[in-house]
């Protein structure tokens, strides 16, 4: 089984940044494809933001294009997700997900099998 633990979030206002953090237990974590997904209240859970193996290979949703940024860092077990210019829209809470041995990015959440119990963002105008 592999543990997934995210933190990082918290209530910031609109303009303001977080920096979410993910640790993935495993010591093949460097094959994992990592995910960060958002569910707001009453709506459906959506991908934000994915990365394989190769560090070039990211997904973005359009709606936080330009604005989040993806990244992992293998020797650590971890991906981040770096939020700017947050907006009330993004409010949700955040989960991480994990796959090993995913070969490509994955958008769908049942590519996932290993998942965080999420984190809270709130963002207030």
């Known amino acids: 089984q592999v543990q997934v633990v995210e933190s990082g979030g918290g209530l910031v206002q609109t303009g303001g940044s977080l920096r979410l953090s993910c640790v993935a237990s495993?010591?093949?974590?460097?094959?994992?494809?990592m995910g960060w997904f958002r569910q707001a209240p009453g709506k459906e859970r959506i991908c934000v933001a994915s990365i394989s193996w190769s560090v070039d290979s990211t997904f973005y949703a359009n709606s936080v294009k330009g604005r989040f940024t993806i990244s992992r860092d293998n020797a650590k077990n971890t991906v981040y997700l770096q939020m700017n210019s947050l907006k009330p829209e993004d409010t949700a809470v955040y989960y991480c997900a994990a796959q090993p041995g995913g070969a490509t990015i994955l958008l769908s959440r049942s590519s996932y099998d290993y998942w965080g119990q999420g984190t809270q963002v709130t963002v207030s105008s």
């Open positions: 495993g010591r093949t974590f460097s094959t994992y494809t």
